[in-house]
């Protein structure tokens, strides 16, 4: 593979060519995947990466399709729409919503997202069953946890996840495909395993649960700083971006 190197975009703020080399990206992915592997859940398949590409251009992006990520993670659609249109037509790409979606910008992606990790309340969720019955579409969307309690952070209690998953049987334009969570932002393993062990232990306990309506497959949770453990402890996707791009 040829090295070309990546640079900031001035205009745009991106990450774009050059200033960090192809084969850097290519060791970058390379490792986070091995990680992946040696940190198998119980046994499970290995946790699948999900690229945060929020900081990149359209360029980094296809030339992360082209190492074998499929999964990008995007979460604001100011920036993300006009990147989504400059990416190589060839590539195929995923793309996953993973912050805080506001209402009034459901209409904008919602023929454009493969699956929905922040589905945090119902008025969201009922925007969202509005405009994709427009288009007759079935979105897959992750319900957002604040296994924390931080009140900086959105999501749901504990308490209130499982009151929340028995009123998606009324959303026929929704389907949940399971849970995610965003960790305190710590480097602290003795504080985060936890964590992670009780997400995992609730995304278990609502799957014998059996909701209507409801598919547990996913668990998505575990970043740049913090993927290893999640994966150990049980995620079934992890968010990573900055670890592939610096």
Request: some cysteine; aromatic content about 4%; glycine content about 4%.
């Amino acid at each position: 593979m040829t090295a070309i190197d990546f640079m900031e975009d001035g205009e745009s703020g991106l990450l774009d060519f050059p200033a960090l080399s192809l084969q850097k990206l290519e060791m970058n992915v390379k490792k986070a995947l091995d990680i992946l592997h040696k940190n198998v859940y119980q046994t499970s398949s290995p946790a699948k990466l999900i690229a945060v590409t929020k900081t990149v251009s359209p360029r980094v992006i296809s030339a992360l399709i082209k190492l074998g990520i499929q999964d990008i993670g995007e979460n604001r659609v100011q920036a993300a729409l006009p990147k989504l249109l400059q990416i190589d037509e060839a590539a195929d790409f995923r793309l996953h919503w993973i912050g805080r979606l506001q209402t009034n910008k459901v209409k904008d992606i919602i023929d454009k997202v493969f699956m929905l990790h922040s589905l945090d309340r119902l008025h969201l969720a009922q925007e969202i069953e509005r405009r994709a019955a427009e288009k007759s579409l079935v979105i897959p969307a992750l319900v957002q946890v604040n296994i924390a309690g931080e009140s900086r952070k959105t999501g749901l209690s504990v308490e209130e996840v499982l009151p929340f998953l028995r009123q998606m049987k009324d959303f026929r334009n929704i389907r949940v495909k399971g849970l995610m969570a965003m960790m305190p932002l710590t480097d602290d393993a003795a504080q985060l395993e936890p964590l992670f062990k009780e997400m995992r232990a609730l995304f278990d306990r609502l799957k014998a649960e059996a909701a209507d309506g409801v598919e547990m497959e996913e668990l998505s949770m575990g970043m740049s700083q913090d993927y290893e453990i999640a994966a150990r402890c049980g995620a079934t996707m992890v968010r990573v971006g900055t670890a592939l791009f610096q």
